[in-house]
Antibody, heavy 117, light 110 residues
Framework: EVQLVQSGPEAKKPGESLRISCQGS????????IGWVRQMPGKGLEYMGL????????KYSPSFQGRVTISADTAMNSAYLQWTSLKTSDTGIYYC??????????WGQGTLVTVSS | QSVLTQPPSVSGAPGQRVTISCTGS?????????VHWYRQLPGTAPRLLIS???YRPSGVPDRFSASKSGTSASLVITGLQAEDEADYYCQSYDSSLSEVFGGGTKLTVL
């Protein structure tokens, strides 16, 4: 079964750094783009960016370029989403997704990030 | 403001047919890129419902179908059931912005 499993919820203060993870299983991790999608409280889905683990080619949505860093480690079959200085507006649920010809499938279970002073 | 426009809400009675629209532009749907649809049940992660080539993951009934014309796409649900109550999102590719989502539509079963 193709599966993406994300790291657990995080509670942080403004200005702190954070890295959340997404581990893939059941398929060749290196050969599919992995993306990140944000969902702010009560809001819709926002595409953040993609990484191709095989060569670390990365693409960012203009809305998130420079604000987050996406990386991957093929030895760990994992992708990461990182912030160097969190803001309260970064509060939300972050989903990792696998990009295939059929769209984003599957989705991880989501990681809740809460940023509050 | 989402690149793909969906109605915020639609509703229908059990057994009825409902349509959710997704309107884009010449840089995304109108350029021929596939449109995929996702369903998000309350408190859960979104899941692929139907893809641009009408691929349905295992377990998705054929009551769900999708179509595309010009700069718009539609998701049609026939034989509406109470369990269909959820948020629905369309997604495509935009030549300027990469992957893009619609704002989402909340389906209420009356």
């Amino acid at each position: 079964e193709v599966q993406l499993v994300q790291s657990g919820p995080e509670a942080k203060k403004p200005g702190e750094s954070l890295r959340i993870s997404c581990q893939g299983s059941g398929y060749s991790f290196s050969t599919y783009w992995i993306g990140w999608v944000r969902q702010m409280p009560g809001k819709g889905l926002e595409y953040m960016g993609l990484i191709y683990p095989g060569d670390s080619d990365t693409k960012y949505s203009p809305s998130f370029q420079g604000r987050v860093t996406i990386s991957a480690d093929t030895a760990m079959n994992s992708a990461y989403l990182q912030w160097t200085s969190l803001k309260t507006s970064d509060t939300g649920i972050y989903y990792c997704v696998r990009l295939s010809a059929q769209g984003f499938d599957p989705w991880g279970q989501g990681t809740l990030v809460t940023v509050s002073s | 403001q989402s690149v793909l426009t969906q109605p915020p809400s639609v509703s229908g009675a059990p057994g009825q047919r409902v349509t959710i629209s997704c309107t884009g532009s010449s840089s995304n749907i109108g350029a021929g890129y596939n449109v995929h649809w996702y369903r998000q049940l309350p408190g859960t992660a979104p899941r692929l419902l139907i893809s641009g080539n009408n691929y349905r993951p295992s377990g998705v009934p054929d009551r769900f179908s999708a179509s595309k014309s010009g700069t718009s796409a539609s998701l049609v649900i026939t034989g509406l059931q109470a369990e269909d109550e959820a948020d629905y999102y369309c997604q495509s590719y935009d030549s300027s912005l990469s992957e893009v989502f619609g704002g989402g539509t909340k389906l209420t079963v009356l």
